[in-house]
């Protein structure tokens, strides 16, 4: 069981991307693939496999550009069909040692939970990743009004290079360029999840049109307070770490359990798997490791709510 789990897990390190670095990397210097964009030292030409540089005007040696988008596009989708499809790899393997079906109906049913999970994972990351445009949006707004600019035009540059206002951009740029209201184009895009430091942009915006004050004070003001709330985040985080980590650990005792019953000889997958006893201490196992799990998680998502 111990060799089998670990060939599963070396599959799946292969299949999500253990290369990637030097597939790149061979990719870029043995297969013949030009290297675009050119900096300052070449001119903003291209190299080639053989070194010589090209100018901007010269055939295209390289892969048509839909290759590398379609390779990319590949691996994600192997990648999250080899993390939805762990348990269900694991509980065929169970099934194999076991000689029953049921490893394989869990496995099958714990596909939508890693689904879910996964989803909620990159979720939470857009939603940082947004949060830290809009930090740096307010920073080169402030940057652009000190330089001398107005506020609408000030803002067209902030919002392109900061890209932090998701689906609503083109809503907002177009206020701004028209002489629109942006404060409210600026509130409906704070709607999207990490974008909620959007609703003080609009309050500053909002208070320097109608009463004349420093938007760009008000703008250094709002990017610290949204700089310490970041942080506040993260140090959170790092804190429920530990806690986080433990409840990993103690749900994975069972597993150790089980191996060291199967290293001794005790055959532990044919008593949970083919007696009475068996299947009422595994339901009721299943049920306890499954509360104990929603239960410190839901101590962690308290904790992290009431910080914020």
């Known amino acids: 069981m111990g060799a089998a789990v670990a060939c599963l897990g070396a599959a799946a390190w292969l299949l999500g991307g253990g290369h990637a670095e030097a597939r790149r990397v061979r990719a870029l210097c043995a297969g013949g693939s030009a290297i675009r964009g050119g900096s300052a030292a070449t001119g903003g030409g291209e190299v ?3 070194g010589a540089v090209v100018g901007e005007g010269a055939g295209d040696a390289g892969p048509p550009g839909w290759r590398p988008r379609v390779v990319r596009a590949g691996n994600r989708l192997l990648r999250r069909l080899t993390l939805d499809c762990v348990s269900l790899a694991a509980g065929v393997v169970l099934a194999v040692l076991g000689a029953s079906v049921l490893p394989v109906v869990a496995g099958a049913a714990g596909v939508p939970v890693l689904r879910r999970v996964r989803r909620a994972t990159a979720d939470r990351g857009r939603r940082e990743s947004r949060a830290d445009a809009v930090i740096a ?7 652009e009004l000190r330089a001398g600019r107005q506020p609408g035009e000030a803002l067209l540059p902030a919002v392109r290079d900061s890209g932090g206002l998701g689906d609503m951009q083109a809503a907002v740029l177009a206020a701004a360029r028209f002489g629109g209201d942006v404060p409210d184009a600026l509130a409906a895009a704070a709607r999207q999840p990490g974008a909620e430091g959007l609703r003080g942009l609009a309050a500053c915006w909002r208070v320097a049109v109608d009463q004349g004050a420093g938007l760009a004070d008000g703008l250094d003001r709002l990017e610290a307070a949204l700089r310490a709330e970041r942080d506040q985040r993260a140090d959170l985080r790092a804190q429920l770490a530990g806690a986080r980590a433990t409840a990993v650990m103690l749900a994975g005792l069972p597993v150790v359990g089980l191996a060291l019953g199967a290293a001794l000889g005790a055959d532990p997958l044919h008593v949970l798997l083919h007696t009475p006893s068996g299947l009422v201490c595994l339901a009721a196992g299943g049920v306890l490791e499954g509360l104990g799990l929603w ?14």
Not at 137 to 143: E, F
């Open 48 to 50: 080639t496999r053989g």
């Open 137 to 143: 949006l307010c920073g080169a707004l402030a940057g």
């Open 295 to 308: 239960w410190v998680l839901r101590i962690m998502r308290g904790a992290e709510e009431a910080a914020s």
